[in-house]
């Protein structure tokens, strides 16, 4: 078993060292094209890519580091609903808002057509939202609860209760905030950042449909449009370099949040109070809480309602009701699969891992886990590459047809880009089974099927059943490998949002992405019982 299970995760390591081989076989004509990028396009690339992560960092940083700030640490109405109502706006792919900002905002929207009207004005009343600032505002309030979820974890366990200790030695609320919750936050808003500028740069719906020169439009510019296998794949390396350095960033973070938390601290937090604020510090506080909840989520919701609303009412051809259920239908059918499929994967790995019989298997299952952190850009490249090397050498096998545009090939990038996905959640099942319980079994004479099937199963129903809906829904947000590996009119939920809004079909394109935004919600709420099931 150890031996198939190590097999599986060189597999799924096939994509990524795809893309970085594509630097073995330089030669002139490559060096030619790597020498004509960095002329062109890639100082483009690099300083687009880069100012907009600079610019989601400190968006996010702040907005859901001072979220978390206020939440944990001070008293005031509404603390409650805050708590789990700032979760929300992770249901809402940034593409999808993307879509709604658009309508709402651009020159014909309600918002610009009411204040004319109301005011006299002539023209545009401020510049195009589809533009790198107006992404990167759209990405500061889809993952935001990155860090503020980070953030408010480790406050939770430490801060609480030494700001407590800090007032009764005298210390007053700023040099408390300054000196002690700060500090204990860094780690934690160093991970949540590290997550979402993985989450930005590997964008290709916002940045498309915004028409941002980034890496990864770069990328499915060069292989679509151009035809530049070689341009695609050195850009794709270069891209998982960037995203190499901030998983290592967003690793040690958060070994240094575990190491700064601990259970003693969580336990008294709950016999710490926050500080209670009043008059205006209150509706400054409520202000700064409800403002990302109100853009990020409730406003794009109501947007996208309005669409659909005159959409059914107005549109040429209505709401296309029979079309929705059969992309309904292909997306549930590919997230289900891919769900469970990722999911006995990762029961395996964790199974295997838990035995510790074979340290080789340690470093395989650790390079599965950097599947989720590679964009599906990255990923469609890597496996179309060495398809495309296989088929000009052995076309006799026919390794682009079974890989290309069918639905092994698709089920192939998803295990590759969520297997760690379900792999995190089981483990963190197995954290909570007590090894001594394994010891007790074979002493008892338990072999390792019996083991697994009669021990371990039922004590990680939950844990199992989490990583199924967690890959559940992200394989039916993920658009770019879908985009390009998808097999022939099998279009999902994502795949058309993405069509219709190019298309600028946003009345059309809102059925789909709601129906993305009301399947996201599902995580979120579990997510939010969890916390709510916690001390404060």
């Given at each position: 078993m150890s031996r198939l299970l190590l097999v599986l995760c060189l597999l799924l390591a096939v994509p990524v060292l795809g893309v970085l081989g594509s630097w073995l076989g330089l030669d002139a004509a490559s060096l030619a094209v790597l020498r004509h990028q960095a002329e062109t396009v890639l100082p483009g690339y690099v300083a687009q890519s880069l100012l907009l992560a600079l610019v989601v960092a400190l968006g996010v940083a702040l907005v859901g580091g001072a979220c978390a700030a206020l939440v944990v640490l001070f008293e005031f109405p509404g603390r409650r609903v805050f708590e789990w109502a700032l979760l929300l706006p992770l249901a809402m792919p940034a593409y999808v808002l993307a879509y709604a900002a658009t309508d709402f905002l651009q020159y014909s929207g309600p918002l610009q057509t009411t204040l004319r009207?109301?005011?006299?004005?002539?023209?545009?009343?401020?510049?195009?939202?589809?533009?790198?600032?107006?992404?990167?505002?759209?990405?500061?309030?889809?993952?935001?609860?990155?860090?503020?979820?980070?953030?408010?974890?480790?406050?939770?366990?430490?801060a609480v209760p030494l700001m407590e200790a800090a007032r009764l030695l005298g210390a007053g609320p700023g040099r408390r905030v300054r000196e002690v919750a700060l500090p204990l936050a860094r780690p934690a808003l160093a991970a949540g950042v590290a997550l979402a500028l993985m989450e930005t740069l590997a964008d290709y719906g916002v940045g498309a449909y915004f028409g941002l020169q980034t890496f990864t439009t770069g990328i499915y510019k060069a292989w679509l449009v151009m035809n530049d296998r070689d341009a695609a794949a050195q850009l794709a390396s270069l891209l998982l370099l960037v995203v190499a350095?901030?998983?290592?960033?967003?690793?040690?973070?958060?070994?240094?949040?575990?190491?700064?938390?601990?259970?003693?601290?969580?336990?008294?937090?709950?016999?710490?109070?926050?500080?209670?604020?009043?008059?205006?510090?209150?509706?400054?506080?409520?202000?700064?809480?409800?403002?990302?909840?109100l853009l990020g989520f409730v406003l794009p919701v109501a947007v996208l309602l309005r669409l659909l609303w005159q959409e059914a009412l107005h549109g040429e051809m209505g709401l296309p009701l029979a079309r929705f259920a059969q992309w309904c239908w292909t997306s549930f059918k590919l997230a289900g699969i891919a769900a469970l499929l990722t999911t006995a994967v990762a029961l395996a790995l964790g199974f295997a891992l838990r035995l510790r019989d074979s340290p080789a298997l340690q470093v395989g299952a650790r390079v599965v886990s950097l599947g989720y952190a590679v964009p599906g850009a990255v990923i469609a490249v890597g496996i179309l590459l060495p398809v495309g090397w296989l088929q000009a050498r052995w076309p006799q096998a026919g390794a682009a047809a079974l890989v290309t545009g069918t639905l092994f090939g698709l089920m192939y990038a998803y295990l590759v880009r969520f297997s760690a996905v379900a792999l995190q959640s089981v483990e963190a099942g197995y954290a909570r089974v007590p090894p001594a319980i394994d010891e007790t079994a074979r002493m008892l004479g338990a072999t390792r099927r019996r083991l697994f099937a009669e021990l371990h199963a039922p004590l990680l129903n939950r844990a199992a059943l989490a990583a199924v809906l967690l890959v559940f829904v992200d394989v039916m947000k993920e658009l770019p490998a879908t985009l390009v590996l998808r097999p022939f009119d099998s279009d999902t939920l994502a795949v058309v949002a993405n069509q219709l809004a190019r298309d600028e079909r946003l009345g059309e394109a809102a059925l789909p992405s709601l129906a993305i935004v009301l399947v996201g919600l599902l995580p979120v709420l579990l997510l939010s019982r969890s916390l709510r099931a916690e001390p404060a």
């Open positions: 009207a109301l005011t006299g004005a002539q023209g545009a009343l401020w510049p195009d939202v589809r533009s790198l600032w107006g992404a990167a505002a759209l990405f500061v309030l889809c993952l935001y609860p990155y860090v503020y979820l980070l953030v408010r974890t480790a406050l939770g366990e430490r350095v901030l998983l290592w960033l967003e690793r040690r973070a958060q070994r240094r949040l575990r190491f700064a938390a601990s259970r003693r601290g969580a336990a008294h937090g709950a016999e710490a109070r926050p500080l209670r604020l009043s008059g205006g510090a209150a509706a400054l506080a409520v202000g700064v809480c409800a403002l990302p909840v």
